[in-house]
């Protein structure tokens, strides 16, 4: 229908002014399509990067012993419950034969074993009560990206060295290379090199947590084999119920995707991804009105040419298709040209690499631009044929005969 | 059936019900012949444009038989009357006739174009012969809209001949211009009547038009009155 296109293209180009504002139009409401997608995109990665991005994906906790609770028999009034001893820490004694049958699994990144405690860092007179977390040396940036965050010092991990956070640092006055006495719950202690200084910009992250190498933690929490938790990066962190699932069933340990404590998050997120869904339909039900509305002023006023063709044999057939095509033509135009405006607006904005908080975590990646093309090609397209239906029910002897 | 090329028998038009109901045909007969040039006088308000409409095929008469070709069109499908009138009958209108879109050319060859789903270069070369031959070769690629009043309505012709069509309906095609115009038209539609046999139904209220034809068809009261 070449024929049928070109006159299209002519009623088009017959006003140029109309055409351009009406493509502008469609071109506006692609352009909010795609800042909107990229908008919402960048945000829930952003949120993922700073939240799930340094969580272990799935994380493999012994199970604590639970005080036993003593039911009161019916004829004692007396509830009895024993308190639960915090200094011995519940333990994976037999990890490391499962290290690298999970390494193995399909969509495993990485597994990180870690001895957990808590302490006293002490100094002079000054005394904070902090979290330990022993690491592996190896695998010091494996789940948490401490490299990323260190501000002075280095990452690595060696016997006698310790990672502390800054606000902690500045609390106890603390400097790169101090020596400084750590006592864990256990009653034992140990003098350590303060080797880093890290800000991960999360509070108590910075004021209470401090990494020591694996070796230093199981002497200090006296823990000569096992580990108190292993921790499980993915590739795919949405992956994480099914793979934990199958840890367990691989390994019979208790494995926990970060999904099932993050409820919250991924209720915002998604409640995030349904109003910038709601905002996008707005954009494309403005762009179906728009088309259709100018579309069907100009059947209005063609109907005289209209009533020629027909009385010159024209199927009606035919001029549905001439007003379909220029629905059509005005939704790719102006979905082109809504996609390239919004390309270079998204350029403006810092890169995913480049992101600072403050900014908006816009992806230029995420525009969506296809998509958002094709839905308004397809929705002009409809919008055209009431129009089209319209303009083909014209009568040529009203439409001739005035 | 004989050889007329239009039979129009018992055919009554109507518009509006009831109070409002005018009867504009009334029991017409008639018959044109292959290759007549034929004036359609009367009173304005006679029926004219009416009877031109349902010759044309854009219109169904309240009853009545009419055929043409040996075609009954009155019971044709919406469709196949489209197809008919593309191939086998041209028109000319008094008022908006052309394509304002599009240039003198465009508009001569659209009922080729449309029929073919493209403008072939054997449509081009008939389209440019018959506005050469209309006097117009020095407009073929004007803008319809650019063109004079007589030089539209000679455009119209053009385009009414374009798929040699059997029939030619004239509404008034002169009403619109000064005499000499009127004139010009005239002629060569009496050239194309004699060189090629195409049949013509001219309206027309102008009598020195009507004496140009070889037959006068007078209607009056919703009749063929001589
Ligand atoms: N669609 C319509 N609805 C109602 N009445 C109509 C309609 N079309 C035509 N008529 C009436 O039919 C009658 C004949 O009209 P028609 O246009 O055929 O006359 P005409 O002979 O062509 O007149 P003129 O010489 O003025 O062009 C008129 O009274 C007109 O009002
Ligand atoms: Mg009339």
Known sequence: ?402 | MNHSLVDVRELYKSFGHGEAKTQVLKNLDLTLQTGELSALLGPSGSGKSTLLTILGTLMQPTSGSYSMLGTDLTTASDHELTTFRNLHIGFVFQFHNLLPDFTALENVIFPTAVREGRERPSAVTRGRELLTRMGLANRIDFPSTKLSGGQKQRVAVARALMNKPELVLADEPTGNLDKESANQVMELIGQINRDEGTTFLISTHDESIATRCRRQIRVDEGRVTG
């Open chain 1, 1 to 402: 229908m070449l024929y049928a296109i070109k006159i299209a293209v002519r009623y088009l180009t017959a006003n140029k002014a109309q055409t351009s504002l009406l493509v502008f139009g469609v071109a506006v409401g692609v352009f909010i399509f795609i800042f909107m997608s990229a908008l919402i995109g960048g945000l829930a990665e952003f949120i993922m990067a700073r939240t799930a991005g340094d969580l272990s994906h799935v994380t493999i906790e012994a199970e604590s012993q639970d005080p036993p609770l003593l039911i009161p028999s019916p004829a004692e009034t007396i509830l009895l419950v024993q308190q639960k001893d915090s200094t011995r820490t519940a333990q994976l004694s037999t990890i490391d034969a499962f290290i690298p049958i999970m390494e193995a699994l399909p969509g495993v990144l990485a597994t990180s074993q870690q001895i957990t405690g808590g302490g006293f860092l002490k100094h002079g007179a000054l005394a904070r009560q902090v979290s330990v977390t022993g690491l592996e040396p190896d695998k010091v940036s494996a789940i948490v990206n401490l490299k990323s965050y260190l501000i002075e010092g280095s990452a690595e991990l060696g016997t006698g060295t310790i990672l502390i956070g800054k606000t902690l640092a500045e609390d106890m006055s603390f400097r790169l290379g101090q020596t400084v006495r750590l006592q864990a719950d256990t009653g034992i202690d140990a003098s350590l090199i303060v080797s880093g200084i890290f800000e991960t910009g999360s509070g108590g992250y910075d004021r209470r947590q401090a990494y020591i190498s694996l070796a230093t933690a199981r002497t200090l929490f006296a823990m000569p084999q096992g580990v108190s938790k292993v921790e499980i990066k993915l590739t795919d962190l949405y992956d994480a119920a099914a793979t934990a699932a199958r840890i367990e069933a691989v390994t019979g340990l208790p494995a926990t995707p970060w999904t099932e404590n993050a409820a919250q998050l991924l209720d915002a997120l998604k409640a995030q991804g349904q109003t910038g869904l709601l905002l996008k339909t707005f954009a494309l039900v403005t762009i179906i009105i728009g088309v259709a509305s100018a579309l069907l002023l100009s059947t209005y006023r063609r109907r005289p040419e209209i009533g020629i063709m027909r009385a010159m044999g024209t199927p009606r057939s035919f001029v549905i298709f001439v007003f379909v095509s220029q629905g059509a033509i005005i939704g790719l135009v102006g979905g082109l040209l809504g996609a390239a405006i919004g390309y270079l607006v998204l350029l403006m904005f810092p890169t995913r690499e480049e992101f600072r908080p403050g900014n908006l975590p816009i992806d230029i990646t995420q525009g969506a631009y296809g998509i958002a093309i094709l839905l308004t090609t397809i929705g002009a397209i409809a919008a055209s044929i009431l129009p089209a239906r319209s303009a083909s029910r014209v009568d040529p002897v009203t439409a001739i005969g005035q």
